[in-house]
Antibody, heavy 113, light 112 residues
């Protein structure tokens, strides 16, 4: 069974950084592109970006490219999202996804002083 | 970026009736390989999105045949036949023809 479990969310002050993790299991992690999607409270889905199997290609939505960095550790079956210079607009549930079909339960990031 | 625009539903929809959700893209999603790169998702309240349809009209594994997708290169419809209580939630279309992938703003389905 494919399982994706996000962690690392919580309350963070404006301007600070935060790194999210996504632990994958139930499939061969290093065979798949992996990505992140977020959803602000009461709002729609926003695609953040995706990383290919060997980390040689990473695509971002342009508005987040300078703030967010996606990486992966295939030995640890883990996907990461490094977020910097966080603002209130980054308050959201962050989902890890394998393609369109498999999503984690999400981790909530709240940016507030 | 490709902009995805979704229509609203005349909520609530009577149980057992059909509901059609529309989605338009600012650019044709028809690839030269003949496939149209349009996905549909359902997000039930408090849950992660569930994958419903890919390539505009192909149901994902385990998805009820009450859900069907159709359309052209830029105009798409998700039809839900015989709506049930479990269909309640927000439906999103998404293009995965090119990066950045983009979602529609969502269409809420309520049932009476």
């Amino acid at each position: 069974e494919v399982k994706l479990v996000e962690s690392g969310g919580g309350l963070v002050q404006p301007g600070r950084s935060l790194k999210l993790s996504c632990a994958a299991s139930g499939f061969s992690f290093n065979d798949y592109w992996m990505g992140w999607v977020r959803q602000a409270p009461g709002k729609g889905l926003e695609w953040i970006g995706e990383i290919n199997q060997d980390s040689s290609t990473i695509n971002y939505t342009p508005s987040l490219k300078d703030k967010f960095t996606i990486s992966r550790d295939n030995a640890q079956n883990t996907l990461y999202l490094q977020m910097s210079k966080l603002g209130s607009e980054d308050t959201a549930i962050y989902y890890c996804a394998r393609g369109p079909a498999y999503w984690g339960q999400g981790t909530l990031v709240t940016v507030s002083s | 970026d490709i902009v995805m625009t979704q229509g609203a539903l005349p909520n609530p929809v009577p149980s057992g009736e059909s509901a059609s959700i529309t989605c338009q893209s600012s650019k044709s999603l028809l690839h030269s390989n003949g496939k149209t790169y349009l996905n549909w998702y359902l997000q039930r309240p408090g849950q992660s999105p569930q994958f419903l349809i890919y390539w505009m009209s192909t149901r994902a594994s385990g998805v009820s045949d009450r859900f069907s997708g159709s359309g052209s290169g830029t105009d798409f419809t998700l039809k839900i036949s015989r709506v049930e209580a479990e269909d309640v939630g927000v439906y999103y279309c998404q293009q995965d023809l090119e990066f950045p992938l983009t979602f529609g703003s969502g269409t809420k389905l309520e049932i009476k």
